[in-house]
């Protein structure tokens, strides 16, 4: 006993005094932005070594680019990516025979119909021929009648699509079915990326795909991440600020893609049971851990409306969200309340729970 | 005698004497300590961090001057004490520093920036000290 | 020989004693400036000299140990030239000594060395911390106080054992 309490004040003293130096291992920012997906994508790691932030980045946007060329319908390379778009030969194919996917687009595609089932049908990613028709995919929008909305619902029911995982198959059953995985996308992309930035050793990073937004880990500091929430009517502007770690943000509004008919704004954020817009809410925000179910989450959230969707949201495990409808008041779950703060701008009513 | 009831006697007895010895006491009262300084840390740290990203400047325990910082222009300001020493602030968005002092060790200035709420940089020959107060809104990626 | 103690009896053994004590405990204050203590302003430190402290109250008595703190403080500033740091170290260190003291002369046969030692080392830091509040003539200080608290019981801790080996192995002796 007497030897071992020498021995150990003896340590304590000069593990004390040798600590002081370990603070030197500096973190150094590595951060870098490319168009892809339609949109700015933006990482930023943490690495106390140069390369492997670098590689880091890289492989990140290696990511992007894979679900990018998995999912997009409407390539502007088109002869590169027709050959591997998943997304392309699933709905030429509709109506025809089974495709054989990548295991991404199965996981997206399992993932998509889990939710659209869950929600009742108010996200659904065959929802292809009614962006179409109002032209949101190739930038020729226009406000289509109703009797075309309605003829072109019958080809919109994701019970109709047919999933063999064991053949690693998708197969839409009605000819003029497609998928349009503008809804998911992004999410998956992010949170691929954000597995890769953990397998290359990264604990501090920030991914944001044209809104879409990961923490991973915390800040160098240790403090966690602060992402703002955009007001929707004011592009320059934040409602609210929230602070997480090791969390997905991801928001929805009817400022992203809309245009203008009569003073009438349209935005892409259509109902599926009724071929049109949504009208309850402006903008919805979903805080999960997962990037993919945030990205697919707001759609139907925005679609049920601020009362439903709440109700929606508290049926699932950890996910937060924030709505914010037409009339101007914020609603939001009550497992954000410690993360969440208001920027008390742009003249919102929150509304308390309680 | 039977192997159980022997245990339970000297269980008891090993309870009555920790009972009685204050060695325990002390030790509990060490514990509470730290819960107790939890408490506190946490309650001044609530205090510290109201409103806007504030910069106060004190001069011999009185407040000089409070700046916004989360609205600032970049800004120097000499502060002179009574015996005619001096301490030069200077302001960023988001920050200050003391960045001249005429006292001997110079400490204030080794400090360097300052942005973080309740953080100090203190010149004590010259009964001068900078507290950061309030809550940053800085963020560090929107979503939309 | 008789234990006596007191001004009668500084003799030159107690006087070589009280020096060397104030010599060790002069190089450990000056030692423990290298450690930080993350987010503590400059000057709280954790209280390494406790350990020489804390022998002289047990083999020289209160009374010594007090002046020996005392001595060892002004030193230390000397060597190290922040008059600053020196508020700091005689604040802690003679709040720490006399609590020690007291418990060690009325509560020695009921209480371990090792917990007095962390006793004195809370003390010690509170003391410190004080100062830093009333310098800066502001509450916010105090954010540190968890960190600070687990770090001066810590120290004690291994003070505290560290005294009594030491005691030991000087064959548990009074001058």
Redesign the interface.
């Known amino acids: 006993m007497?030897r071992w309490?020498?021995v150990?004040?003896l340590l304590?003293?000069i593990f004390?005094?040798s600590?002081?130096r370990l603070k030197s291992a500096q973190l150094k920012e590595f951060t870098d932005e490319k168009f892809l997906m339609d949109t700015l994508i933006?990482v930023t790691v943490y690495s106390d070594d140069e390369q492997r932030g670098k590689e880091a980045l890289d492989k990140a946007f290696a990511e992007f680019e894979r679900i990018n060329n998995l999912t997009d319908r409407f390539p502007k390379d088109e002869e590169n990516t027709a050959a591997s778009s998943d997304v392309i030969r699933i709905n030429e194919n509709a109506g025809i025979k089974p495709v054989q996917v990548s295991t991404d687009t199965l996981n997206i595609v399992q993932r998509s119909l889990y939710y659209a089932q869950l929600s009742g049908g108010s996200f659904d990613i065959t929802i292809g021929p009614i962006m179409d028709l109002w032209g949101f995919g190739k930038n020729e929008q226009h406000v289509p009648s109703d009797d075309q909305i309605k003829k072109t619902l019958s080809l919109v029911d994701y019970r109709k699509v047919i999933v063999d995982p064991d053949n690693g198959t998708v197969y839409l059953q009605k000819p003029g079915m497609s998928l349009d995985f503008g809804g998911v996308a992004k999410g998956y992309a992010t949170e691929e990326a954000a597995k890769v930035l953990r397998e290359s050793g990264i604990k501090h990073a920030?991914i944001?795909a044209g809104?879409?937004?990961y923490?991973l880990g915390t800040?160098p500091d240790g403090s966690p991440?602060?992402?703002?929430?955009?007001d929707p009517r004011n592009?320059n502007g934040?409602i609210a600020?929230?602070s997480v770690k090791d969390t997905s943000?991801?928001?929805s509004?009817d400022y992203?893609r809309y245009f203008e008919e009569r003073g009438v704004r349209y935005s892409h954020l259509i109902d599926p049971s009724t071929g049109k817009q949504a009208r309850d809410l402006m903008q919805t925000?979903v805080v999960t851990e997962s990037s993919t179910d945030a990205d697919i989450l707001n759609k139907p959230l925005f679609v049920l409306g601020h009362q439903r969707g709440m109700s929606f949201t508290k049926s699932l495990q950890g996910v937060g969200a924030i709505f914010v409808s037409a009339d101007k008041q914020v609603t939001f779950t009550d497992n954000l309340t410690n993360q969440l703060?208001f920027?008390g701008n742009g003249d919102y009513q929150i509304i308390d729970q309680k | 005698m039977p192997a159980s009831s022997t245990n339970i006697i000297v269980k008891n007895d090993c309870l009555v004497r920790s009972m009685k010895n204050p060695n325990y006491y002390i030790i509990a009262g060490l514990l509470s300590l730290v819960l107790i300084s939890f408490g506190v840390s946490h309650l001044v740290q609530r205090q510290m961090t109201e409103g806007d990203l504030r910069l106060e400047i004190y001069t011999d325990g009185q407040l000089y001057r409070k700046i916004n910082l989360s609205e600032a222009s970049a800004e120097e300001i000499r502060v002179p004490t009574k015996d005619g020493h001096y301490n030069v602030v200077e302001i960023e968005k988001g920050r200050a520093r003391v960045k001249k002092s005429d006292c001997p060790d110079q400490i204030c200035v080794k400090t360097g920036w300052i942005s973080q709420p309740g953080h100090i940089a203190v010149c004590v020959p010259n009964k001068f000290n900078i507290v950061v107060k309030g809550k940053s809104n800085k963020v560090d990626t929107i979503s939309y | 020989m008789p234990k006596k103690r007191g001004f009668d009896t500084y003799n030159t053994r107690r006087i070589t004693y009280i020096s060397l004590f104030v010599a060790m405990a002069t190089v450990l204050n000056i030692l423990e400036r290298t450690i930080v203590i993350p987010g503590a302003s400059p000057g709280i430190k954790l209280g390494l000299a406790n350990i020489m402290t804390l022998l002289s109250i047990m083999m020289l008595g209160g009374r010594d140990a007090i002046i020996i703190v005392a001595v060892r403080c002004f030193l230390g500033a000397l060597a190290g030239g922040n008059p600053i740091s020196f508020l700091f170290s005689i604040t802690g260190g003679l709040l720490s000594v006399l609590v020690m003291v007291i418990m060690w002369k009325y509560l020695n046969k009921y209480i371990s060395i090792v917990n007095i030692s962390m006793v004195g080392a809370v003390f010690h830091n509170i003391g410190q911390l004080f100062v830093a509040s009333l310098i800066v003539h502001d509450f916010s200080v105090y954010v540190i106080l968890p960190i600070l608290m687990i770090s001066a019981i810590t120290t004690g801790y291994f003070v505290g054992i560290a005294t009594k080996q030491l005691y030991k192995s000087l064959g548990n002796r009074i001058i």
Not at chain 1, 225 to 230: A, D, I, L
């Open positions: 007497k309490s020498l150990i004040s304590f003293v004390a005094c600590g002081c933006q920030l944001n809104g879409n937004v923490a800040k991440w602060r992402v703002g929430v955009r592009e934040l600020v929230l943000v991801v928001t509004g992203e925000t703060e920027t």
